[in-house]
């Protein structure tokens, strides 16, 4: 069975410009999740997804983030423009029952 | 809102000696979950545990929750340089959220 997959693995970028990662979870799994983790801390809920309802965003900086979850599979973020400290990895997870949570290798973005 | 705190965040030990990573959180919660995060991977998922008293093993590690008390402990057997990794304890809150520990650095020296 294929884990959580994301692409890119890393993205460099210069600051205000765009980016998106891209998160496709295993199959089945309806509950989607995007982390951030920072240099040397543990990872940040950004935003659930159940299906392709955002159930919780409340963690998304809404001035720049963006999220879609395309008929309740894949998963885009995109980040519009990008800042300097938006330097992180950012991390996808999904879940069957919201028990068990698998997690992508992550994109590691950083923002020149 | 729930905070989650690991001590210690770097914890430098010898082969074959035993420690404990602690867990405190701050408010209820019905999960708790260890993973370990090796450099520049992902999360590997090690325990989740869901009861008051629960305990798992798997090889050197053994993980144990105390609900009243708030408390998860992650501890290590006889310990190995494979073991050397982040290892992060977290907790799910009343809003289906799943908060993250800092993390604690374990180096394994031979």
């Known amino acids: 069975e294929a884990g959580v997959v994301q692409s890119p693995r890393y993205k460099i970028i210069e600051k205000k410009q765009p980016v998106a990662f891209w998160c496709n979870p295993i199959?089945?799994?309806?509950?989607l999740y995007w982390y951030r983790q920072n240099l040397g801390q543990g990872p940040e809920l950004l935003i659930r997804?159940?299906?392709?309802?955002?159930?919780?965003d409340s963690q998304l900086p809404k001035d720049r983030f963006s999220a879609e979850r395309l008929k309740g599979v894949d998963s885009t973020l995109k980040i519009q423009p990008a800042e300097l400290g938006d330097s992180a990895v950012y991390l996808c997870?999904?879940?069957?029952?919201?028990?068990?949570?698998?997690f992508g290798s992550g994109t590691r973005l950083t923002v020149v | 809102e729930l905070k989650v705190e690991q001590n210690p965040l770097f914890l430098s030990m010898q082969e074959g000696k035993n420690y404990t990573i602690y867990c405190n959180y701050s408010?209820?919660?019905?999960?708790l979950y260890w993973y370990r995060q090796d450099p520049g991977k992902s999360l590997e998922s090690l325990f989740v545990?869901?009861?008051?008293?629960a305990v798992k093993q798997e090889g050197r590690l053994m993980a144990s929750l105390d609900t009243k008390a708030r408390l998860s402990t992650l501890h290590i057997t006889a310990a190995v340089h494979d073991l050397s990794a982040t290892y992060f304890c977290?907790?799910?809150?009343?809003?289906?959220?799943?908060?993250f520990g800092k993390g604690t650095r374990l180096h394994i020296l031979p």
């Open positions: 997870a999904s879940s069957q029952d919201r028990v068990g949570y698998t």
């Open positions: 199959s089945g799994h309806n509950t």
């Open positions: 997804y159940e299906n392709e309802e955002a159930v919780d």
């Open positions: 408010t209820t919660s019905d999960r």
């Open positions: 545990l869901l009861s008051n008293g």
């Open positions: 977290a907790v799910r809150d009343r809003d289906d959220k799943i908060i």
